[in-house]
């Protein structure tokens, strides 16, 4: 973050259940990022930290990272629209792949959390 530009302190997690592939965590953060409601978060991909040592599985989440000093407002509607646009890829991943897609929860969440 260059000096001058608000604190990072809150963000959104957005995390897939264990069926999710490594293809649907990509995939899900590259739909994200092309939604132009979202230009301004930092979107990130990192290891779960609730997932234990040893798990077979991707043990990925996605982290929206508010970068300006917004209010918590502002990140209750991006919240809101972060939950449409994970609604609208599971539609779309429906109609190009076989199968359910994961199960997606997105929460937000103090960034000290991390």
């Given at each position: ?16 259940d ?6 649907d ?51 209750d ?38």
């Open positions: 973050m260059a000096e001058g530009e608000g604190v990072a302190d809150q963000g959104i997690r957005v995390r897939l264990e069926s999710a592939s490594r293809s965590v990509t995939a899900l953060k590259t739909w994200l990022e092309r939604e132009s409601l979202l230009e301004e978060l930092r979107i990130i991909e990192r290891p779960r930290g609730d997932v234990p040592d040893g798990h077979m599985g991707v043990g990925m989440e996605i982290w929206l990272v508010v970068v300006s000093s917004a209010t918590t407002v502002v990140t509607r991006l919240l809101n629209h972060i939950i449409r646009a994970v609604r609208a890829w599971q539609d779309n991943r429906r109609e190009v792949e076989s199968g359910e897609p994961p199960r997606v929860d997105v929460d937000s969440v103090n960034l000290d959390e991390r």
